[in-house]
């Protein structure tokens, strides 16, 4: 048996050390193992990265904070929260990464978030590590006074460990404009400064245009890149879309803008699906429903009568569909559904969302040789528009929509050229997972390499 201090461990012995000193984190352990393979077979004969024990550094973040948050309810009632920042690496740049606010929030979630970030902020270019953060808090069925004290509450202890060097934080599930003002509210109040110390801000305050739409325009973008590369093209597909927040209805708007017919939208609840495809009306009503009524997606089917409802959590993928975006949460789509998918005759496969399709569900796309885009690539536009949104508060200005637009479509067009660098298989296939792995673990590893032993 090697001692894990040899430089030659297999993957199995990595994995078992993996397991072994993150038990129970199960979130997390897949993450690894999802990069590990791809990483092995790639630093198989590159010495310099065993000998600087590169891959058991990079699983290991930079430091994990958790902290106790307490706020008051409208009922006067004390409630207690747990909160998290995961620093996982800030080798190429200050740690950035959203923050969740979900009653499914661990700590494995966020290190799996975190460990994905790190590689997907590597592959947009742009000088970010990664990070994530957030709390065991439920922001849906609060008011907006109790949605304010809790934000206040996490920032509190939050500002401590962040600022526009260190860490930037953003939003993800259940973190949006409003959340990001009350943080940023306090977080000025607290440092007596104005600093881009968050992004997806108000436009009023430090925003970036473009912000809000990046994360879903961008998985369409990425999508888009796949169907080029192989002489395809979004219009006239069909497309099954899961989520109903930010990441998914704006996928759905750019799908319904570049031709193609979006047949379904979901919640944590069910999935709708109008066998009219979604134009723009409706994924206004939608975003409407969600951003401001605070609603449900079951809703959608009261006022477009044509469309039906599918309660009981059941998810969008057994619906017939040219092009799948899980754009909801991670491990929404699993082998059954993969399998389900792929006799439909999906062709590809763009992940909004981190980590939505289980290893499982992975290796049917794979198998079938479906065109499959990992979130750490596909789902990148947010945070390189977050990156530009970094930039254009440190220089005091502000670039417009079409100018963030091109750069955005650029940007995407970037990460996929090097997803088929590092993942081209030679028969006309890509291996964008592959691809996707290698690109961003070399720059990270190359940038630890330069700082010796730290
Ligand atoms: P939102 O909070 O805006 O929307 C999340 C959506 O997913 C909601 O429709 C929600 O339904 C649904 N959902 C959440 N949890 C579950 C669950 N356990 N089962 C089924 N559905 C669920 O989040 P975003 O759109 O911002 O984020 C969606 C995904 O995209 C996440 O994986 C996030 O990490 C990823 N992402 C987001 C980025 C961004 O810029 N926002 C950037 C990169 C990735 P319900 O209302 O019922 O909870």
């Known amino acids: 048996m090697a001692s894990v201090y040899d430089r ?26 999802e990069v590990a393979q791809d990483i092995f077979d790639f630093i198989e004969d590159k010495e310099e990265y065993h000998h600087a024990q590169i891959l058991r550094r990079i699983v290991e973040p930079d430091r994990v904070v958790s902290f106790r948050v307490c706020w008051e309810d409208d009922n006067h009632n004390i409630r207690v929260q747990r909160g998290w920042r995961v620093q996982c690496n800030n080798a190429i740049g200050p740690y950035k990464g959203g923050i969740r606010f979900h009653p499914s929030v661990t700590e494995s979630v966020l290190k799996f978030l975190a460990f994905e970030q790190t590689f997907k902020n590597s592959l947009t270019g742009l000088p970010m590590g990664g990070g994530k953060g957030g709390a065991n808090f439920n922001p ?26 260190t860490d930037v934080p953003a939003g993800d599930i259940g973190v949006g404009g409003r959340e990001i003002g009350y943080m940023f509210g306090q977080y000025k ?14 436009l009023e305050y430090g925003g970036s245009a473009m912000r809000p739409e990046a994360t879903g325009y961008g ?23 899961s989520g109903s927040g930010n990441v998914a209805t704006h996928a759905a708007e750019k799908i319904t803008q570049l031709g193609g017919k979006v047949l379904t939208l979901s919640d944590s609840g069910g999935f709708i699906h109008d066998p009219d495809g979604l134009d723009q009306e409706k994924i206004d009503w939608v975003k409407h429903l969600k951003n401001v009524k605070r609603g449900r997606i079951s809703e959608y089917c009261d006022h477009f009568t044509n469309a039906s409802y599918h309660g009981d959590g059941a998810r969008p993928w057994k619906v017939s569909a040219d092009l799948a975006l899980p754009c909801a949460t991670q491990n929404e789509l699993d082998e059954e559904d993969a399998k389900a998918l792929v006799e439909n005759g999906v062709k590809a496969v763009s992940e909004g969302a981190n980590m939505p399709t289980t290893l499982e569900g992975v290796h049917v796309f794979q ?24 930039s254009q508060n440190s220089e005091r200005i502000s670039w417009n929509h079409g100018r963030l637009g091109d750069m955005l479509t650029e940007l995407m067009e970037g990460i996929h050229g090097k997803c088929v660098e590092f993942g081209d298989q030679g028969n006309g296939h890509v291996d964008y997972v592959k691809g ?4 961003g673990f070399k720059k990270v590893a190359d940038a630890m390499l330069a700082f010796g032993v730290v």
């Open 8 to 33: 030659h461990v297999d993957l199995n012995q990595f994995m078992e050390g993996v397991k072994k000193r993150n038990p129970g984190q199960t979130e997390f352990i897949q993450a690894v193992q």
């Open 140 to 165: 849906k069925g609060k008011s907006d006074a109790e949605v304010m004290r809790f934000c206040q509450s996490f920032m509190t202890e939050l500002y401590r460990h962040i600022g526009p060097d």
């Open 189 to 202: 109040r607290i440092v007596n400064r104005w600093e881009g110390v968050l992004t997806g801000k108000g």
């Open 219 to 241: 998985a369409v973008y990425f999508l888009r890149n796949m169907l080029q590369h192989r002489g395809m093209d979004i219009e006239g597909h069909t497309a099954v879309v």
């Open 367 to 390: 198998d079938a040789n479906v065109m499959y885009a990992p979130g750490k690539a596909a789902n990148a536009g947010g945070v390189a528009v977050s990156g530009l949104e970094m």
């Open 436 to 439: 996707a792995n290698i690109a």
